[in-house]
């Protein structure tokens, strides 16, 4: 059974610094992982897709990587501003094409 | 381009009662995901709507049922509601089938609470 691990739950960091986020699960079989961004008590918002044949997203300051082989991912997020604070969760699509959800991170950057 | 819109935002309701909440879904796209979302906790798979049908489902009883119209837009119904049932359901819509072969756009969530 697939499982999905963010460590760690809550991270809190000064304004401007770059940080990183993990995500790992323990099925590498996988058809894609995504991260997602939710603020608080709203829905979520896509942040960036990455397939099981790539192994890096990057959107403006995001940069997602995969290794499918050890089961990680990281989100990486370069100079945090405060408008970044928010959960971010990440999911993989499984050989049963569900999407299994870590519990998330959340992030609070301090200015 | 309109969004994924949910209603109601919020509701509460009571043990043994049944509840429905409401999705449309974002222009041209014709797969409706739901999902509960219970606090601190990653969302968890309902079931999936694809062109009217359903497409897929996840751990959760039968008194969780659903409905996607010709339009696209869905229902999520929840019968004899437990007090478990408080969460944040949460609609998906995908321009393709499966919860993941393409970017998902999610709505704000409906917040329910069960006294």
């Known amino acids: 059974k697939q499982e999905v691990t963010q460590i760690p739950a809550a991270l809190s960091v000064p304004e401007g610094e770059n940080l990183v986020l993990n995500c790992s699960f323990t099925d590498s079989a996988i058809y894609n992982l995504q991260w997602f961004r939710q603020d608080p008590g709203k829905g979520l918002t896509s942040l960036l897709l990455?397939?099981?044949s790539q192994r890096e997203q990057t959107s403006g300051r995001l940069n997602a990587s995969l290794d499918k082989s050890s089961g990680r991912s990281t989100l990486y997020i370069a100079a945090s501003q405060p408008g970044d604070s928010a959960t971010y969760l990440c999911a993989v699509l499984d050989s049963n094409y569900q999407l299994i959800w870590g519990a998330g991170t959340k992030l609070i950057i301090k200015p | 381009e309109t969004g994924v819109t949910q209603s109601p935002t919020h509701l509460i309701k009571t043990r043994g009662q049944q509840v429905t909440l409401r999705c449309s879904s974002q222009s041209g796209h014709n797969t409706v995901s739901w999902y509960q979302q219970a606090l601190g906790q990653g969302p968890q798979f309902i079931f999936q709507?694809?062109?009217?049908?359903?497409?897929g489902r996840g751990n959760f009883p039968p008194r969780f049922s659903g409905l996607q119209f010709p339009n696209y837009s869905s229902e999520l119904n929840v019968n004899a509601l437990e007090l478990d049932d408080s969460a944040l359901y949460l609609c998906?819509?995908?321009?393709?089938?499966?919860?993941?072969?393409?970017?998902?756009?999610f709505g704000e969530g409906s917040r329910l609470t069960v006294l």
């Open positions: 990455i397939q099981s």
């Open positions: 998906a819509s995908s321009p393709g089938r499966g919860q993941g072969n393409g970017e998902l756009f």
């Open positions: 709507y694809y062109r009217e049908e359903e497409n």
